[in-house]
Structure formats: structure tokens, C-alpha cells
DNA sequence: AAAAATTAAGTAAGCGCTTAACTAAATTAG
DNA sequence: CTAATTTAGTTAAGCGCTTACTTAATTTTT
């Protein structure tokens, strides 16, 4: 049978009162009932129910994720991150992956919100950001991370990714290539990289390829395939790809491998994001690094401050992307 | 503010138990008021509150999730798809990363209980089963997925890990190997790999290597590197690797490259899981492939069906692995 | 047309907890 | 030694819902 806080009471002869300040450590106890509490607290194993202490108020300490696809390497390992600070804490994470669909997203919030958790984090596209602005309006405590919502006052943990862009294309055109396709998903950080990327060329006055397209369905490594196909297929042969992530950039290296051509030899490749995968592939993905772990860590700090209502002026920290250097980029020959 | 039952029941001059039972299509209810109540829900963008109805006794909607690492892919594949499935069904995953600690998984398991999760899904390791059966004596809740407890009554949707170990061993060998190292780490899916695998050498009359030693620390690329690197460097020299998941085997084919021998012309290598990672590596690793998507599937049905009260026998489904054979594995010269 | 049965809605208790307000006992002050 | 203060613990209201029970209104039966 479940133990609840009467029989706790019973057990202790106290009275709930006195029980719940046991367990909340508030008010005024005296040393000796205090230990009576908890002895019998202990012997039945009693575990508090939030649902109830959540109900009078108190903290459910729960936080909604919301990510675009946790079986995608970046997503797993910043919730993975997220998470192992979150345990430091005492929460946890309810995940939802939206896939980038309004729809999920919104039906995600809306359950979560039924579910009273103390705080989102959103990684999630949110191109519609009516329901988000509401939940701010309301005082709920929402933090983005991994995106960035310029214009909208709200506390954020960005990747600079237009940075990150122009890091990808300085780093490409430093090797000599002009032609250099890019592989982007419409969402916001691939666009930024892609604005990033594209002040990076003009600065050089080098001309951005003009068969440029989005892929449509996800970041995987097919689309990312199939794009690159496209690319080195097409009459504008690119020399070089910067893919904005790394599962389109291994799709990419297939890609040129599949038409019995070499990385980086005769098609250099560079993705974003820095995950496990990077340093798997053959050969090894130059990308644009991602701070995940301390993108995860910041974020939880962040909106742990603001369920504790510390948090008064809205914060946006902005992290820097680093190139990492491997071998699937060369100097063109 | 926040909008409640109340509100809505002044709002549609009724009481506040006519609009639970237009909430829960229970009971008695004319068209007339029903159309009325659920006109004002919507104005007021009504959301009931869970935790409230959750203290009543209903389902708080919520399945907890134990996994030993959700940044390895093996694992955030299939919590992606159990989510996927959680999803069609209305629920939401808490999902905890566990690192195989059992202070973890019982710290775990008793927050999640106080939160009132619906059931639980096990996929951390439990070699600590007190908790797990004091549960189900309970009635609360729980399925294991992609770990087996023979002798225990619980249900399960496993993988027949023997078997997989035994078709590797069976590849290998066919492939004329007759020294074969094993990379494995001390859980019970690990053990079981390496049972079938030493049975299937058995049956042909080849000797296990005598050198075998499990990892310690995770299951993950740097320690397969390196307990290869220590095979591979040893005095009885493997010709070919098994390694039981795919981040061990592609550590292990770092180590071969870093010997500067080549996989699979001087050292076969093969994994077990084939994730995504599998198809990524070079060369491709043959591997040895869980039905993660059905695993997902099949314990999410199977935990609903539970906490609906419909499952009253205790069952166990177990999947059957299957060889995928790509280049890391080369006949022996 | 009155009694019986059906339907529609309301009343109120209670889920397990927190907390403001209160009482009683113990301590200190004057 | 009484009054003021401090300390320890209790009482009871209420968080937002569900549901068994009840009442009132309507319909059906004879």
C-alpha cells in the first residue's frame, strides 16, 4: 500500500503539520520530534508525493525539453548534457523530440504546461512564436538554447552561427576553393550559418554558387547525400562542400565516394556540429565545433535561476563555435 | 492568470462536476450543456491540470524511461522510438541516464515514483533487482527492454543476446578465424554475447583467447581502443575482433589504423547493434543489428497495455538479432 | 393523470500535501 | 511570581480536480 503523510503522522504521533515541516524543513520543530519524524519516515520508507506538493504550489522539479529529433548525435548529446546537470539539481527531463513540426511543438508545450513542469528549454525551430510569447507573458520560465531569437527579449544560450558559418567558408576559401556548395536545411541556425557563410565570400569577393537549394526532410545523412549528389552532378561542379551538419556532411562524403572520387582530394568537406561522428568518419570531418557541453550546463543553470525567480533582466549568452581541423579538407590542387 | 475548472463552470453557469464530466466524457451530460462547456473551454483556452487529476487516481500520462547513456546512439535511437510510440498514445518519456550506477537507478526510481509516473521502461542494467521487484509486488508498472532476467517474472521485450553473440562467432569463423578477441563490457546483454559467442567456438572445437578481459569504464570508443590496442600488442595476437557494440568496435578499428594495419585485410572487426554509426565508419561494420525500432515499439505497447490493467499474464518477447554484413570483416589469409 | 423510470445536473467528500493562523507550554524578563 | 516573549506543535483551509450520491426535471408507462 502507499504511504502517505498520515501515516507517517500516525506512526509519529505529530500531527501532518508537523510532518510536512519535517520534510520541508520549515518552521519551528523541536530536536526530538524532528528525529521521531524522520525514524519513522525512514522505517516506511515513505516517499513525499509531488503530485500533491505541486499541487499547493511547490515545484514539480520537472523541465520540458523540447528538441527537433533526440536520435540525431548533437540533440542527444546536449539533452545528454542538459540531463547530468539537471540530476545535480534534483530534476528531471521530460524530452520530446518535435521534428520540427509546429504542430508537435505546440501540442508538447501545451501537455507539459498541463503537467505543471517548472520550466521549458527549447532547442526546437519555433518559426511560430505565439505560444512561446504567451508562456513568457504568463511568467513561465522558458529559455532557448541551441537557437536564437534576435528581437525577442528572452533568455537564451546561442551558438554564434553565423560565426560558425563564416568560420566554415574562411577556412574553405584559405585552401584555395572558390566553388563551394552548401548543404542547408531551412531552419534557423542553417540559415544564419548560410548568412554567416555567404559575408565570409563576399569579403573575398567570391561569387556564392547559384544553384543553392534547401534540402527538404531532415538533417540526415540521406538528404545530405542526395544534395550533394545533386551538387557534384549538376554543371557547376563544386570543389568544395560545407555541410550544416555533420550527418549531412558524412551524406556528403558518400556522396563523392559513391562517384569513385576522393575526400578530400578532389571534394572537400566540412559539416557542424563536432559530434561522435565527426572523428568516426573516414576521413575524419573537418566541422565547426559545438560547446555542447557547456551550451548544456549554461542553459540548465539558466532556467534553474529563473524557476527560483532570481533571474530578473533577460540574459542572452552567446557562445563561440571553433574550427576543428581534420582530413576532409585539403588545399586545391 | 491561470484559468481552472472553476472558471470555466461560472463561466458556463454550471458546476464545476458537470465540466470534469464533458472533460472525461463520463457520466450524463445533455448535448446542449456539453456544446455550452466546451464553447467556454476554448475561449478560456482551458487546460485541466494533471497534477490534480493525477491526485484522484487517474494517469498522469508520464512513463519513465531508465537507459545507462542517452548520448550513445544505440540507446537514443531506441528511446526516439519508444518516444515516437509514447507519442500516438498521449504519453510523455522522463528519461534518466543511469551510467550503469545502481545508486542511480534506485535514485531514479524513487523520484519517478513520487511523480507518479504511470509505469516504468528498464533498460539500464539492475544488477541490483531488490528495488525492481519490490516494485512489481507493488503493481506498479514496469517492462525491461534490451536487458533479460531469466528466473525473474516480469515482462520483457529482450533481444536474444546468446544468439547474437553466437551468429558473430559463427561469421567470424566461417571466415576462417580461429583467434578471436573480445571486447565486452561487464552488464548482462554483454555477458550474454559472450556466452553464445564462446558456445558457438565450442561447438567447432576453437579455444577462446585465454587473454579476454571485460573494459572498465563505458562501453564506449576510447576503452574498445584501447583494450584492442592492448590484444593487439599482446603475445597471442587476434586475427579478427568482436566487440559487443558498435563504439567498441570502431575504437577498435581506430587502434588497428593506428598500428597502421588495415581493417579487414590484417584484423577483422565486428560490432553489435548497428546503429547508425555502423553505416558511418570506414570500413562499414559488419555488425550484429537490434530491431530498435520494434523493441521500442513492441515495450511501449506493452507497458500501456499494463497500465491500462489489460496484460495479466507476465510475458516475455524476445527478438532475434540478425548479421549485417559489411566491410570490416574479411576472410582470414 | 399519477406513478415509475429515465435523464441531467448539482452537492460534497476527499486525493496528499502546505501553510497561515492559532493554542499551549516553556522560557525569560521585570 | 506574574506578564511578556519565545518555542513547539496543532487546526483547518485549500490547491484543482473526480466521483459517489442526491435532487430536480423530464419522459415513459399504465
Redo the contacts with the bound molecule.
Keep these: 500500500m502507499?504511504v502517505?503523510?498520515?501515516?507517517?503522522?500516525r506512526e509519529a504521533?505529530?500531527?501532518?503539520?508537523?510532518?510536512?515541516?519535517v520534510?520541508?524543513n520549515?518552521?519551528?520543530?523541536?530536536?526530538?520530534?524532528?528525529r521521531k519524524v524522520e525514524e519513522v519516515m525512514k522505517r516506511l520508507d515513505?516517499?513525499?508525493?509531488m503530485?500533491?506538493?505541486a499541487?499547493?504550489?511547490?515545484q514539480t522539479k520537472t523541465i520540458g525539453l523540447l528538441i527537433p529529433d533526440l536520435a540525431n548525435p548533437f540533440f542527444s548529446e546536449l539533452a545528454r548534457s542538459i540531463e547530468d546537470r539537471a540530476h545535480e539539481f534534483g530534476y528531471n527531463l521530460v524530452i520530446c523530440s518535435t521534428d520540427y513540426l509546429p504542430e508537435k511543438e505546440n501540442k508538447y508545450l501545451n501537455l507539459l504546461k498541463r503537467k505543471n513542469v517548472d520550466g521549458f528549454i527549447l532547442a526546437s525551430g519555433f518559426e511560430n512564436l505565439e505560444k512561446v510569447e504567451e508562456m513568457v507573458k504568463e511568467k513561465v520560465p522558458v529559455a532557448i538554447v541551441a537557437r536564437d531569437f534576435p528581437m525577442f527579449s528572452i533568455n537564451t544560450v546561442a551558438l554564434d552561427d553565423f560565426m560558425g558559418g563564416y568560420l566554415a567558408a574562411s577556412h574553405l576559401m584559405k585552401l584555395g576553393h572558390q566553388k563551394i556548395a552548401v548543404i542547408a536545411r531551412d531552419v534557423w541556425s542553417n540559415r544564419e550559418r548560410l548568412r554567416g557563410f555567404k559575408q565570409a565570400l563576399e569579403e573575398k569577393n567570391i561569387e556564392f554558387m547559384s544553384n543553392f537549394e534547401y534540402i527538404d526532410g531532415p538533417s540526415h545523412v540521406e538528404p545530405g547525400k542526395k544534395m550533394a549528389l545533386k551538387y557534384l552532378t549538376g554543371d557547376d561542379v563544386p570543389t568544395a562542400i560545407f555541410a550544416c551538419n555533420d550527418l549531412l556532411a558524412i551524406g556528403a562524403i558518400q556522396a563523392v565516394k559513391e562517384l569513385g572520387k576522393s575526400v578530400p582530394n578532389d571534394v572537400s568537406i566540412m559539416g557542424f556540429d563536432n559530434t561522435l561522428i565527426a572523428t568516426i568518419v573516414e576521413p575524419p570531418l573537418t566541422t565547426i565545433a559545438q560547446p555542447i557541453q557547456n551550451m548544456g550546463k549554461e542553459v540548465l543553470d539558466l532556467i534553474i535561476s529563473m524557476i527560483k525567480g532570481e533571474k530578473k533582466e533577460v540574459m542572452r549568452l552567446t557562445l563561440l563555435p571553433s574550427l576543428v581541423e581534420r582530413n576532409s579538407t585539403a588545399p586545391l590542387v
Design positions: 502507499k502517505t503523510i498520515y501515516d507517517v503522522a504521533n505529530v500531527s501532518i503539520a508537523t510532518v510536512s515541516k520534510i520541508n520549515t518552521g519551528r520543530i523541536g530536536e526530538k520530534t524532528k515513505y516517499q513525499p508525493n503530485m500533491a506538493s499541487l499547493m504550489g511547490k
